[in-house]
């Protein structure tokens, strides 16, 4: 079991209100984490607004994504390294990782991905932008070889 796992267990037995990205089989919406979603030509914008003091267990992203911390300080941990960002700032998010965010202060996180298609539909980019767990992702780079 990888830091990251550790981590998920943990989290998952002993915090209430812990919110969650994805269930391993399905992205999950939570009123007290909400979801803007914004459109431009081939690009997909989801700003995510976390309170201070929640901890959000993400989803494992496909494709390398930037994401900009418009306001606030978050703690984000992966399998490799726990790192702070505090607002403004950018980061190149490369793919294949899942994160634990924990929220400092309240935040705002926008990220940036692709979307050559232009589609609209949500449930159809978060199935091509992201995995739910790592035999998806696993799956997904061999599709896409």
Known sequence: MNRLEVIQK???????????????????????LPVKHEFADQVYLRQLTIKKGMVVLGAIHNDLHIFFLLKGHLTLSDKNSVEDYEAPCYVVSKPGVQRAVYANEDSIV??????????KNIKELEQELVS??????????????
């Open 132 to 145: 739910l767990n790592m035999e998806e992702y696993e799956r997904y780079i061999n599709k896409n070889k």
């Open 10 to 32: 943990v989290l998952k037995s002993n915090i209430k209100g812990l919110k969650t990205i994805g269930n391993g089989k399905e992205i999950l919406y939570d009123e007290s």
């Open 110 to 119: 926008v990220n940036v991905h692709k979307n050559p298609t232009n589609t």
